[in-house]
């Protein structure tokens, strides 16, 4: 009796062991600050490019963040907390917790080809994002600081076979990140095949939405030290808005457009010079002559361990619009700035 009741408790015991599997906890993140310096203009009277983050002269902070993520065997979820004024602005510091939550999900494997996720993550589209250490130059495209930052909603993800991967999403419209009060939502695709990805995006464009968005992301590695990015993308929307936030106007549509190409060369293992080159600008069916950028960046990357150390020189040049001022304090199409930008990522 006594080795059948041993036996029938190590029965048990594999059972549970086998069905209650260790789940995994990781923690990662990184912290990035930096120094900017305007070449063309007096770092005292507010300039800045325009485009998202690193908008500051002299010493300045950009975000600290720290991601949770518990896997087991099926499900999981994952927490991005973040800090500091990058971390704001991708938050727009007034959803969920004063700009503290970047994502907040769970997901699902249902299978190894299909995933469910369920709750807020980083967007889709464009070629940049949020977390500096996974970008290559410091500062952000037109392209990136023009599209949404975020997702709130439920997304399935398919491997439909080893080359192909489908993405459909819906969600609350344009980085609404916690509660949609408009009774309205957005609908997201991606469809990728070996590294190139097309990506959708529509809602109704009402209510400061984005309308409709289709965006182009890849790249190739043209040699084993040259990887040339590339990103393309075209939105319009039907609606026209006041400075509260009011339609005046659904006769026409508008949006931008651009373009931008990343070519980086790995000089080292632990050097890497990179360009970012970009054409941005805005269309509507009575605009003429409507504004647009070619903002070029070149940036040197030097690795340390888990400190990336970025200098970079960035040009944007307005075709007729003057946005800036120049240091005899004119207005001026053109501005240039020198950063330079450390990250440490664990």
């Not at 690193?54 to 993520?69: D, H, K, P, R, T």
């Not at 602005?89 to 959803?95: I, L, P, Q, W």
């Amino acid at each position: 009796m006594k080795k059948l009741f041993t036996l029938s408790a190590l029965l048990l015991a594999s059972v549970v062991f086998a069905q209650d599997e260790p789940k995994k906890l990781s923690i990662s993140g990184s912290v990035d600050t930096y120094y900017q310096t305007y070449l063309t203009a007096p770092d005292n009277e507010g300039v800045s490019f325009g485009t998202a983050f690193a908008g500051q002269s002299g010493f300045a902070l950009g975000m600290g963040n720290v991601i949770f993520a518990y896997e087991g065997k099926k499900a999981g979820a994952v927490l991005d907390l973040v800090v500091g004024p990058r971390g704001a602005g991708a938050t727009f510091s007034n959803d969920i917790v004063d700009g503290i939550v970047n994502q907040a999900y769970v997901y699902w494997n249902v299978s190894d080809k299909t995933t469910l996720t369920f709750g807020r993550w980083n967007t889709f589209l464009g070629y940049e994002v949020i977390a500096p250490a996974a970008n290559f130059n410091y500062s952000t495209s037109y392209l990136f600081s023009s599209g949404p930052f975020s997702h709130m909603g439920l997304k399935a993800d398919f491997a439909l076979s080893d080359d192909f991967s489908l993405m459909l999403a819906v969600t609350n419209p344009w980085d609404t990140n916690d509660t949609s009060f408009t009774g309205q939502y957005a609908l997201g695709a991606q469809l990728g095949y070996k590294g190139q990805f097309l990506n959708f995006y529509y809602d109704s464009g009402a209510y400061q939405g984005l309308g409709f968005e289709v965006d182009y992301t890849g790249g190739f590695d043209l040699t084993d030290s040259f990887f040339l990015g590339i990103n393309a993308a075209y939105q319009t929307t039907s609606y026209v808005f006041d400075d509260a936030g009011d339609v005046i106007s659904d006769d026409f549509k508008n949006g931008f457009y651009g373009a931008a190409l990343y070519p980086q060369f790995a000089a080292t293992e632990s050097l890497s010079v990179g360009l970012r080159g970009e054409y941005f600008g805005y269309h509507a069916e009575d605009g003429d002559d409507l504004p647009s950028v070619f903002a070029t960046t070149l940036t040197a990357s030097y690795t340390l361990e888990n400190l990336i150390l970025k200098p970079e020189v960035r040009l944007d040049s307005w075709s007729n619009n003057m946005p800036y001022i120049n240091n005899d304090m004119e207005a001026s199409k053109n501005l240039a700035a020198f950063t330079l930008a450390a990250i440490y990522s664990f």
